[in-house]
């Protein structure tokens, strides 16, 4: 086997994503990876735009029936996204944001799917203290605004944007699946969180075609984790599929991925946007994907990178998306608590037993500065990051890991703290 340290030329440059629930951007980076020489070439690749974004599959040389699996992880992707997309009219999320805001207080029932990613993302919002809210869809929206004008927003702007915000303005029934909002302006938006999900959603349906231990995805014609039935099922089963389930899809699954995978031809990596990945196994002749993470003062180089195995991973910035004004500079992720942009960070990439989760955790630690990322992380064991926080002026910038150890993070181009 290849070791690590000689095969770090192979590394995918993944660029660093400014992705976050409350961004006013794009949900990742835009240039495509770059061809870095001793990156096998035998790889095979699919790909689609979906949630504004490129998703990807890359998968080692194995059975060509994973090729159909590839597929239809990526038109699970395209359900998610009409689930999700508040940028869509028709999608299952805007018509419950539409009912909801003209029923309250008695709220409409939702699907079990929705009701349950709902449940799930109030969950994180609390247990970050709001630093991830999924209901900061207006001041999204404000900034947004803002951003085109080059013009920050007035108090009152803010504060009428921040009418309804708050995981305290929406009230769930579990028995009735029922969900009301206390705000007629309250909005879920899961841009934070969606793209995540689309991708544990999809890995799961990968699992089942790639005949990864435990798996249960489309392919197996297996229950997904949280009870639905995806669309897209094939009617042929990958002769190699497992009939148990995997709990790659929700963010409380227990345990994460690792130790499920251990033939190439079972591994996989996918990404959205680049900002936010998920991996199984390891890509053939080493321990792990090589996901380079971008520089965030130096985009032309690379930070660190990270050898991603059976967990997911996302990167949060602002180094592309901001405006200045009168000498102050206003990035694009938004402490949903105060309205204004966040402050102190200049990047945070988490690793988590899901995307969807490390996609909210990206967010949330960019917000809440290194001291509480470090203190959440050092109560969930399960939770890893790298962050880099705001030099002083006049100094470099300077990372610092939580959970990381030497097989996961090497070469970093900035001094640890």
Same mark, same amino acid.
Request: proline share 8%; with cysteine; charged share 15%.
């Given at each position: 086997?290849?070791?690590?340290?000689?095969?770090?030329?192979? =590394? +995918?440059?993944?660029?660093?994503?400014? /992705?976050?629930? !409350?961004?006013?951007?794009?949900?990742?980076? *835009?240039?495509?990876?770059?061809?870095?020489?001793?990156? #096998?070439?035998?790889?095979?690749?699919?790909?689609?735009?979906?949630?504004?974004?490129?998703?990807?599959?890359?998968?080692?040389?194995?059975?060509? $029936?994973?090729?159909?699996?590839? $597929?239809?992880?990526?038109?699970?992707?395209?359900?998610?996204?009409?689930?999700?997309?508040?940028?869509?009219?028709? %999608?299952?999320?805007?018509?419950?944001?539409?009912?909801?805001?003209?029923?309250? #207080?008695?709220?409409?029932? /939702?699907?079990?799917?929705?009701?349950?990613?709902?449940?799930?993302?109030? !969950?994180?919002?609390?247990?970050?203290?709001?630093?991830?809210?999924?209901?900061?869809?207006?001041?999204?929206?404000?900034?947004?605004?803002?951003?085109?004008?080059?013009?920050?927003?007035?108090?009152?702007?803010?504060?009428?944007?921040? /009418?309804?915000?708050?995981?305290?303005?929406?009230?769930?029934?579990?028995?009735?699946?029922?969900?009301?909002?206390?705000?007629?302006?309250?909005?879920?938006?899961?841009?934070?969180?969606?793209?995540?999900?689309?991708?544990?959603?999809?890995?799961?349906?990968?699992?089942?075609?790639?005949?990864?231990?435990?798996?249960?995805?489309?392919?197996?014609?297996?229950? @997904?984790?949280?009870?639905?039935?995806?669309?897209?099922?094939?009617?042929?089963?990958? #002769?190699? $599929?497992?009939?148990?389930?995997?709990?790659?899809?929700?963010?409380?699954?227990?345990?994460?991925?690792?130790?499920?995978?251990? +033939?190439?031809? =079972?591994?996989?990596?996918?990404?959205?946007?680049? $900002?936010?990945?998920?991996?199984?196994? @390891?890509?053939?002749?080493?321990?792990?994907?090589?996901?380079?993470?971008?520089?965030?003062?130096?985009?032309?180089?690379?930070?660190?990178? &990270?050898?991603?195995?059976?967990?997911?991973?996302?990167? %949060?910035?602002?180094?592309?998306?901001?405006?200045?004004?009168?000498?102050?500079?206003?990035?694009?992720? &938004?402490?949903?608590? *105060?309205?204004?942009?966040?402050?102190?960070?200049?990047?945070?990439?988490?690793?988590?037993?899901?995307?969807?989760?490390?996609?909210?955790?990206?967010?949330?630690?960019?917000?809440?500065?290194?001291?509480?990322?470090?203190?959440?992380?050092?109560?969930?064991?399960?939770?890893?990051?790298?962050?880099?926080?705001?030099?002083?002026?006049?100094?470099?910038?300077?990372?610092?890991?939580?959970? +990381?150890?030497?097989?996961?993070?090497?070469?970093?181009?900035?001094?640890?703290?």
């Amino acid at each position: 086997m290849t070791s690590r340290r000689k095969f770090l030329t192979g =590394q +995918l440059p993944w660029p660093a994503g400014d /992705v976050g629930g !409350a961004s006013w951007g794009s949900d990742g980076g *835009t240039a495509p990876p770059a061809e870095v020489p001793g990156l #096998p070439t035998n790889t095979i690749r699919l790909s689609q735009t979906a949630m504004a974004a490129d998703f990807e599959v890359i998968l080692n040389p194995g059975p060509a $029936s994973r090729l159909q699996g590839a $597929s239809d992880a990526l038109a699970e992707v395209d359900r998610i996204e009409q689930l999700l997309s508040v940028y869509r009219p028709s %999608s299952t999320l805007s018509q419950l944001n539409a009912a909801a805001s003209a029923a309250a #207080p008695a709220g409409v029932s /939702v699907p079990e799917e929705l009701f349950t990613l709902i449940e799930q993302a109030l !969950a994180l919002s609390r247990g970050t203290g709001g630093a991830f809210d999924p209901t900061a869809g207006r001041l999204v929206a404000l900034w947004r605004t803002a951003l085109k004008q080059s013009l920050p927003p007035t108090e009152s702007q803010l504060a009428a944007a921040r /009418v309804g915000t708050g995981v305290d303005s929406v009230q769930l029934a579990r028995h009735e699946r029922r969900v009301a909002f206390a705000h007629p302006q309250t909005q879920l938006n899961f841009n934070a969180f969606g793209k995540g999900y689309a991708l544990d959603r999809a890995g799961w349906i990968l699992d089942g075609w790639c005949g990864a231990p435990g798996s249960g995805g489309q392919g197996a014609g297996g229950t @997904s984790p949280d009870g639905t039935s995806p669309g897209n099922t094939s009617p042929e089963a990958s #002769p190699n $599929s497992s009939q148990s389930v995997q709990p790659a899809a929700g963010v409380t699954s227990a345990g994460g991925m690792e130790g499920t995978v251990s +033939l190439p031809e =079972q591994a996989w990596l996918m990404h959205g946007g680049y $900002s936010s990945l998920l991996a199984r196994g @390891s890509l053939a002749g080493v321990d792990g994907w090589p996901v380079g993470i971008r520089h965030p003062q130096f985009p032309q180089k690379t930070l660190a990178t &990270i050898w991603l195995k059976d967990r997911g991973l996302s990167t %949060s910035g602002s180094g592309v998306q901001f405006f200045r004004h009168r000498g102050r500079r206003y990035g694009h992720l &938004i402490d949903p608590r *105060t309205g204004w942009p966040a402050e102190g960070m200049l990047s945070a990439t988490v690793l988590a037993p899901t995307a969807a989760e490390a996609e909210a955790l990206s967010t949330a630690f960019f917000v809440l500065g290194v001291e509480r990322a470090q203190q959440y992380c050092h109560n969930h064991p399960q939770i890893s990051a790298l962050l880099i926080p705001t030099p002083e002026p006049g100094q470099r910038a300077v990372w610092v890991a939580c959970g +990381l150890t030497e097989s996961d993070l090497m070469f970093p181009d900035v001094p640890t703290s």
